[in-house]
T-cell receptor
Framework: EAQVTQNPRYLITVTGKKLTVTCSQN?????MSWYRQDPGLGLRQIYYSMNVEVTDKGDVPEGYKVSRKEKRNFPLILESPSPNQTSLYFC?????????????FGSGTRLTVV | GQQVMQIPQYQHVQEGEDFTTYCNSS?????IQWYKQRPGGHPVFLIQ?????EVKKQKRLTFQFGEAKKNSSLHITATQTTDVGTYFCAGWKLIFGQGTELSVKP
C-alpha cells in the first residue's frame, strides 16, 4: 500500500532532550515536507526537500533540523525541544514540487514537550 | 513570500444547507490544491486546479479557480454530516491557507 509512515504517533518528552520523528514513504516520491499544525494557525511548513541531499527552510524552521540522505526517508530532528514546539506534526510527500498528483500525508505525530 | 488566506475560519451549517470557503493568494498561483482533514485525521488530497477560470466538480463539491489565478473557492451543495472537517487550500510548494472548519448539525 502506498503510504507515508510517521513514527511515533504520540510522544511526550522533556525540555532539552533531543528527539527525532521519522518519516518514510514507499512511493519513490522526490518531494517531502514537514508541517506543524496548531489551533487557529493551520498548517505551517517547517522544512521541505526536493530530492536527496536537497533541503530548504519553510516558514517556521527555527529549532528544527532535517536530513535527506535517502529518497524514502526524511526525519525531523529537534536538537533541544522547548514547550513551544508542542504541536501536531505531519510529513507529506509528492512525486514533484508541483504536486500534480496531490500530496500524501502521514498520520501525524502529536508531540508534547514539558 | 507567498501568503494564502482562507475565509471563513469556521462555518456552522444545518444539514442540507450549502457551504462555501474562499481562498485568496497575495501572488499569482501556478496551481491550487484542496485538501480535507477529518477531525483527528490527516489532510487528504481532493483536487488540483491549474487553468485560469477552471471549474471542477466532485459529486456535491464544486471547485473554482479565479480568472487571475489568485483566488479559488470550494462550494458544497446540500451538506451532509460526512462533510464535517477542515478544508484547506494550498498553493506553490504546498503553502497552506489557515483552513475552514465545517461543522454540520443534523
Amino acid at each position: 500500500e502506498a503510504q507515508v509512515t510517521q513514527n511515533p504517533r504520540y510522544l511526550i518528552t522533556v525540555t532539552g532532550k533531543k528527539l527525532t520523528v521519522t518519516c518514510s514513504q514507499n512511493m519513490n516520491h522526490e518531494y517531502m515536507s514537514w508541517y506543524r499544525q496548531d489551533p487557529g494557525l493551520g498548517l505551517r511548513q517547517i522544512y521541505y526537500s526536493m530530492n536527496v541531499e536537497v533541503t530548504d527552510k519553510g516558514d517556521v524552521p527555527e529549532g528544527y533540523k532535517v536530513s535527506r540522505k535517502e529518497k524514502r526517508n526524511f526525519p525531523l530532528i529537534l536538537e533541544s525541544p522547548s514547550p513551544n514546539q508542542t504541536s501536531l506534526y505531519f510529513c507529506a510527500s509528492s512525486l514533484s514540487l508541483t504536486g500534480n498528483y496531490g500530496y500524501t500525508f502521514g498520520s501525524g505525530t502529536r508531540l508534547t514537550v514539558v | 513570500g507567498q501568503q494564502v488566506m482562507q475565509i471563513p475560519q469556521y462555518q456552522h451549517v444545518q444539514e442540507g444547507e450549502d457551504f462555501t470557503t474562499y481562498c485568496n493568494s497575495s501572488t499569482t498561483l501556478s496551481n491550487i490544491q484542496w485538501y480535507k482533514q477529518r477531525p483527528g485525521g490527516h489532510p487528504v488530497f481532493l483536487i488540483q486546479l491549474v487553468k485560469s477560470g477552471e471549474v471542477k466538480k466532485q459529486k456535491r463539491l464544486t471547485f473554482q479557480f479565479g480568472e487571475a489565478k489568485k483566488n479559488s473557492s470550494l462550494h458544497i451543495t446540500a451538506t451532509q454530516t460526512t462533510d464535517v472537517g477542515t478544508y484547506f487550500c494550498a498553493g506553490w510548494k504546498l503553502i497552506f491557507g489557515q483552513g475552514t472548519e465545517l461543522s454540520v448539525k443534523p
